[in-house]
């Protein structure tokens, strides 16, 4: 027993060994491509789909990253990174405006598609310029603020709610919409929800998973739906992979569907195809 223990512990210096070259290896590749105006940087288009009529007005834009050298990465792997070298704040940017770039073509081809949803950062959202730049930009595509969705982790909230609460009021004012992302994950979800007028409330993926398997947890879910109906905030299921899952969100009171049983994230063309052409 003692040597399988010590071929695992060599086996275990090894991959972190490993795992600290290809973090370096990454580092490097972000950084350049940041220098080389963001190559190698995709949005991938993933539709949220009405739970009633079935149709896709909006989509969630995910951030992919790829290089010859590494191939694709997962964000779960460089949002980390890009966060702790604050390069999240330009990468950011570049998302928000390659979002609306797209939104603005994607409604010349169909007027009823209506918003895309981005992710950000509480970085981003503490840059002193990050309203004035999130208006500047809708005002370079001439779009309303209801193309735009900002999707805010519960998780990240560092700053005084106060602040939050009063920057979302403005961007409510200007019809940009805000979503609470991962609801259901962090330990101060309620008191989120009570503090920060959101307009979408997204129930983590795995909650929705969970609510599956466990037909005892459903009263939690009852309970979600109700809060959600009274403070007039829609409620987006993620990850709805299965039929099941669909009609068990569905029943509950979710108006909007996200997960793999409607699609994967798709590059842009595959989902303007698909979404927007609808050939
Ligand atoms: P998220 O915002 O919670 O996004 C949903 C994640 O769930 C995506 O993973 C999506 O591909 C995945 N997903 C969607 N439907 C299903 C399903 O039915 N089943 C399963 N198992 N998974 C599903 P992805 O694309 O790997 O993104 C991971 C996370 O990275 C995102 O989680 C978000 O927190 C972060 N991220 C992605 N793009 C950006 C970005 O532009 N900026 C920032 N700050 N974070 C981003
Ligand atoms: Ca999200
Ligand atoms: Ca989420
Ligand atoms: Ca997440």
Known sequence: AKENNSRELVYYTDDLY?????????????????RNHFEGFELFYQPIVHSEEKICESAEALLRFHTPELGMVSPMDFIPILETSKDIISVGAWVIEK?????????????????IHVNVSTIQFHVPGFKKFVFDTLKKYSLPGSALVLELTESCRVKSTEEFAELFEEFKRHGVMTALDDFGTGYASL????????????????????FVKHPQHRAIL?????????????????GVETEESLSLMKNAGADLIQGYFFSKPLPEA???KKYIEMT
């Open 270 to 272: 595959e989902f303007r």
């Open 18 to 34: 490993l795992q600290n070259i290809r973090q370096a290896q990454l580092r490097e590749a972000i950084k350049k491509s940041i």
């Open 191 to 210: 008191i989120v929800l009570c503090d920060i007028p959101v307009d979408i409330l997204k129930l983590d993926l795995q909650l929705t998973q969970n």
């Open 222 to 238: 009852k309970l979600v739906a109700d809060l959600c109906k009274n403070g007039k905030i829609r409620l987006c299921a993620e």
């Open 99 to 115: 979002a609306m770039e797209t939104v603005k073509e994607w409604q010349t081809i169909n007027p009823d598609f209506k918003q």
